[in-house]
């Protein structure tokens, strides 16, 4: 199973935002891009000529670092949503939020992407009565999602249960903390997706 195994807040530093790879520490002072607003590299704090180009591609690095999609996927992804009916781009979010990993960490089971899909890949989690351990399943209207019996007392679930704040709960998810249980309403549509992503330039990218 491809995935990025190196410094992860490099990622938000090249992207010049913080992207909420690593859970809790992103919240705190010790933020690279509060420390280090700069991109990384010996030319990180030059000038550097914002062409449209640019802008599209930094954009869809984005995306792809915010789910933790390697490019050949996110292209297929990009394929895919090109085919539906529909806006591409929404297409596109909507293929990138109904998968599993994305549906853990937004059911504040987990504190961040990477570790919603290290849970899944280790096999935590059941899926229509289906144990299931590839992060990029991807989820379809009333379908239910709970912890395997022997993961219910899982520290790290507590945890991120317990240090979830206020951060929203989708709209689209019916979530019950108690039984450890995901009811999938529906998929959502642009309005419940609060990543803060151009998708538009992305497929202007990918239209070329």
């Known amino acids: 199973m491809a995935r990025y195994t190196g410094p992860v807040c490099k990622l938000c530093r090249r992207e010049r935002t913080k992207l909420f790879l690593k859970g809790a520490r992103c919240e705190s002072s010790k933020c690279a891009i509060e420390t280090r607003p700069y991109p990384p590299g010996e030319h990180g704090r030059g000038r550097i000529k914002e062409t449209q180009y640019l802008i599209q591609l930094r954009e869809k690095q984005k995306a792809r670092r915010i ?3 390697l490019e050949r996927q996110f ?3 990009y394929r895919e949503a090109a085919r539906r009916r529909g806006i591409t781009g929404e297409n596109l979010l909507q293929i990138l939020e109904s998968r599993l990993d994305n549906v853990v960490y937004r059911s504040n089971f987990a504190t961040s992407r990477a570790q919603a899909r290290q849970l899944v890949s280790h096999g935590h989690f059941v899926v229509d009565g289906r144990r299931v351990d590839i992060p990029s399943l991807r989820v379809k209207p009333e ?8 993961s219910r007392d899982l520290i790290a679930v507590q945890h991120a249960i317990d240090t979830s704040g206020d951060r929203p709960q989708p709209e689209w998810l019916d979530v019950d903390k108690d039984s450890k249980k995901i009811v999938v309403r529906d998929l959502p549509d642009r309005a419940q997706v ?3 992503i151009q998708e538009q330039l992305i497929v202007e990218l990918y239209s070329k």
């Open 143 to 150: 379908s239910v999602i709970t912890l395997r019996d022997r």
């Open 75 to 77: 292209r297929n992804y």
């Open 67 to 69: 789910y933790g999609v």
């Open 194 to 196: 609060d990543t803060q």
